[in-house]
């Protein structure tokens, strides 16, 4: 899959050195955000600048500052350990890795942007971006999310892309990203638009041993598969809290799978279905209902009959990490509510009522050919 580093270089733009040779220009990559993904994301690039000669060693990473317990900005402390204490304790990132609390400075250098951030936090970080970056800057978005405006609902790549003027391709996966810190195998999807040579440079960029990339033409279904599948997170997580067992679990993914489908093919219709036996799709859902942040805070509120917020307990349970699924769940519902589609998506119509306490958590396992509104009907 990767291509040949000829073939890479070939497209670089061809710079001069100081003493009129001619050499080609590097790629230089900015990663913007510093998460439990976007800790790990530089670290895979990071390990990969090093071996390829398009692209300069160094990986800037925009750190959201903040001040830990001990009075010392995280910056500083990843710095100075080569670990991001906070959202990834215990891995080093790679000393090429180097912490930038300045937006701006971040990326004005930057060839690559790598956006992983929570997607509640894009629109702001769009917006500063604005006239600060390269025009022929490549962009790729590992956030799971969308975002839904006055004029309709708005993916993250297309937020980035309309807002800053760039190309925005995407990767998604069953990628979470403790297990991958530690090097244990998994997969992951680019979604492309048109160009496949960008793509493919994406595919070296990520792609390690125990990281194997590919690229697939369908930005929107493999965005969508990383967003919806949030939301049916949200559901296998309250199951779990029930106490429902697998079947029940198993009967939530498949109706979510199928309401993943049908929502991505009503909103694009160019979405694949191949897209879907890609690792964005069946596979990110297997491992987010197994494994996955918002199905230990949905286990949790199910546990308490819905009596705590999933505001406090994500706090209480994540530690500054963000669920993404309720948000997801309610940007969801609002397209759905718009477009009159409320009754033909009754499982993520049951999550978000049940996230924001319309109904209780047992709704998501009631069924009954009389409720037309039940998920398992
Ligand atoms: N963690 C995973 O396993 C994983 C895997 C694949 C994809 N993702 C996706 O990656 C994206 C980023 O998640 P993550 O796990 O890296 O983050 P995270 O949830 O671990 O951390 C939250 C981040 O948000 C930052 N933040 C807090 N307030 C902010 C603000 N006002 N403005 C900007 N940033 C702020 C924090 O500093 C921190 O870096 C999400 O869309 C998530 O769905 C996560
Ligand atoms: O921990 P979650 O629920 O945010 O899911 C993490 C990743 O998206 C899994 O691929």
Not at 101 to 127: R, S, W, Y
Not at 238 to 249: I, P
Not at 297 to 310: C, L, Q, Y
Request: hydrophobic share 40%.
């Amino acid at each position: 899959m990767a291509p040949a580093q000829e073939q890479l270089e070939g497209e670089q733009i061809v710079a001069q050195n100081e003493d009129g040779t001619n050499c080609i220009e590097r790629s230089r990559v900015t990663v913007i955000g510093s998460g439990n993904w976007g800790s790990v994301a530089a670290k895979l690039i990071a390990s990969n600048t090093l071996m390829l000669d398009s692209f300069h060693d160094e990986v800037r990473m925009w750190v959201y500052e903040e001040v830990l317990p001990s009075g010392e900005k995280l910056t500083n402390v990843i710095n100075q350990t080569n670990e991001n204490v906070k959202y990834l304790p215990g891995i080093k990132l790679g000393k090429n890795v180097v912490a930038d609390p300045d937006l701006d400075n971040a990326v004005k250098n930057a060839t690559v942007l790598v956006f992983v951030t929570p997607h509640q936090f894009m629109e702001g970080i769009c917006q500063r971006l604005v006239g600060k970056i390269k025009p022929d800057v490549e962009a790729i978005s590992l956030i799971k999310g969308m975002e839904v405006k006055m004029e309709g609902p708005c993916m993250i790549s297309s937020l980035i892309s309309d807002q800053l003027g760039i190309n925005c391709c995407v990767l998604m996966g069953a990628n979470i990203a403790n297990e991958i810190a530690v090097e244990k195998f998994s997969e992951a999807t680019v979604g492309f638009r048109e160009n496949k040579e960008v793509a493919e440079r994406w595919v070296q960029l990520f792609s390690t041993p125990y990281f194997q990339v590919t690229a697939v033409q369908d930005v929107e279904g493999v965005e969508l598969c990383g967003t919806l599948k949030n939301v049916v997170a949200i559901a296998a997580g309250l199951v779990d809290g029930l106490e429902m067992g697998n079947n029940t679990k198993a009967a939530i993914m498949r109706i979510g799978l199928r309401e993943m489908r049908a929502f991505s093919k009503l909103m694009f219709s160019s979405v694949r279905d191949s897209t879907f036996f890609e690792s964005c799709g069946v596979a990110d859902l297997i491992t987010t209902c197994m494994g996955g942040r918002n199905r230990k805070v949905a286990e949790a509120f199910a546990k308490n009959g819905g009596k705590r917020s999933f505001d406090e307990l994500e706090a209480e349970l994540l530690q500054g990490q963000k669920l993404q699924g309720v948000s997801t769940a309610k940007e969801v519902y609002a397209v759905l509510s718009n477009r009159g589609w409320l009754e033909m998506f009754p499982l993520f119509t049951t999550v978000h009522e049940i996230c924001v306490g319309r109904i209780p958590p047992t709704a998501i396992v009631e069924y009954s050919e009389h409720k037309p509104k039940c998920c398992l009907t």
